[in-house]
């Protein structure tokens, strides 16, 4: 009989078969968060143990959450992720986005609320540089573009009035959601937010154009204009 034959499979073969079972019965909510990278990092490195690189990765990055955004940049720069394991990781991520995104659109979005900050959070608050974001409704106020118009450095991101009321007129919009990040971590408005927000809205009043709210969105939580009073 051959070697081939008699090898035995490797220690990590029968704990991956445990962890799919698991996940196939209970869903994400029956594995720790670094059992789940494992699940993920499974499908891109088939022939190694991945349970230490799946802790590392967790420490790194903060978490679960900060290992799908980080960069492929930050990621390729792990021992022992190539590329294929940074594309699966990535792939994962910009499937979750996609399917947030797809449950909001075309739908109102003042009563899908809670939808729209996960949205907003999961895209945005992992960013490292500031991006500007419109949500553009029509009457119903429905979703029906989402668009980054401008994105800046780590403390500031350009916007300009006239650019967002003449794309909100190319749309056909009839309402706004203004979105932006603070890569700081703190969803504190700035004056210089505030002050953005109210020129924004001066700019929409002559085409009957309703700036509904400005969601402030980071890693540590998200302000809302209108709740705050901010407008």
């Known amino acids: 009989m051959s070697n081939a034959a008699t ?7 029968g704990h991956r078969d445990r962890l799919r079972e698991r996940f196939l019965k ?6 720790a968060d670094y059992e789940l990278l494992e699940l993920i990092l499974f ?11 799946a802790k590392e990765l967790l420490a790194r990055f903060g978490g679960f959450s900060g290992v799908m955004n980080a960069s492929p940049r930050e990621l390729t720069a792990v021992k022992g ?4 394991s940074v594309a699966a990781l ?30 907003c959070q999961a895209t945005m608050a992992h960013e ?20 980054i118009q401008q994105s800046g450095t780590v403390d500031h991101t350009p916007a ?19 979105v932006h990040n603070h890569p700081s971590g703190d969803p504190t408005p700035s004056q210089a937010d505030v002050d953005m927000t109210r020129a924004v809205i001066e700019a929409g009043k002559p085409f009957a154009i309703v700036i509904h709210d400005h969601i402030v969105v980071s890693r540590n939580g998200y302000s809302s204009f209108k709740t705050m009073g901010l407008m």
């Open 26 to 31: 209970g869903g994400a909510e029956a594995l």
């Open 160 to 178: 300009y009035p006239r650019e967002i009321m003449k794309r909100a007129l190319e749309l056909g919009a009839t309402a706004l959601i203004l």
């Open 90 to 119: 990535k792939a994962v991520t910009a499937s979750a986005h996609y399917l947030m995104r797809h449950e909001i659109m075309k739908r109102p979005v003042l009563n899908s609320w809670n939808r729209l900050i996960d949205f």
């Open 128 to 147: 490292n540089r500031e991006h500007f974001r419109i949500l553009f409704l029509n009457k119903k106020n429905e979703l029906i573009a989402d668009e």
């Open 43 to 53: 499908m891109a490195i088939p022939r190694r143990d991945v349970k230490p690189l």
């Open 81 to 84: 992720l190539s590329e294929t």
């Open 7 to 13: 090898k035995e499979p490797p220690h990590y073969s």
